[in-house]
């Protein structure tokens, strides 16, 4: 019986080892995984609100420089000369001329902007797929849709929500790798906790 007990130390003290390194792992991944969901949850909810400010910055320009001074002096902000369309209003012109790839782009701005919402709240691996999918084709999307033989230059807008898009996509893929790589550690640890 003495024997037996002499056995049963070394076994007891291998499984409080493995247990302690389960732990500490699991400790490790917990500290990985705040950092990912702070980057995700930035970069979505800063690429989120960047989509939608793009639509109110100019997205074409014509004509004039902007702010000049009259002849008696005083401050001009703009001539008649100088024409800016918003993102909403080359979106409501658009669809009322039947510019409906360009339509298309706009809409898929507001989309992309909506997915990064739900994967802000979300953590689902579909709707992180999805974010990406719509964030990476938006910037090909756009330069499609743009009319290319227009006299207006782009402005601001596209470039930003063309660059947030990409944002989303980014923060999007890390949030499917945290989502992978907590679940094959999940399955690691319930594998250790078999075992210890």
């Known amino acids: 019986m003495a024997e037996r007990k002499a056995e049963d130390g070394p076994d007891e003290l291998h499984r409080l080892r493995n247990r302690m390194a ?28 960047a989509l939608l400010l793009s639509l109110s910055l100019p997205w074409v320009r014509g ?15 703009g001539s008649s000369a100088r024409s800016v369309g ?17 339509v298309t782009g706009l ?12 994967g802000l709240f979300g953590a689902r691996r579909g709707v992180h797929v999805a974010v990406q999918a719509a964030g990476l084709t938006l910037p090909v999307l756009l330069l499609l849709a743009w009319p290319h033989g227009s006299d207006p230059e782009a402005g601001g807008g ?39």
């Open 158 to 196: 596209p470039m930003m929500a063309a660059a947030a898009g990409v944002v989303v996509a980014l923060a999007s893929f890390w949030a499917v790798s945290e989502i992978d790589r907590t679940a094959e550690n999940r399955a690691v640890w319930e594998r250790l906790g078999r075992q210890v």
């Open 86 to 102: 918003t993102g909403w209003e080359l979106l409501s012109t658009a669809f009322d001329d039947g510019w409906w790839l360009l």
């Open 107 to 118: 809409v898929a701005v507001l989309l992309t902007a909506a997915l990064a919402f739900a």
């Open 22 to 49: 389960a732990l500490e792992q699991r400790v490790a991944h917990n500290e990985v995984g705040t950092l990912h969901a702070r980057v995700v949850a930035g970069g979505l909810g800063a690429g989120a609100m």
């Open 63 to 77: 004509g004039g420089f902007g702010p000049s001074f009259d002849e008696d002096g005083e401050l001009s902000l």
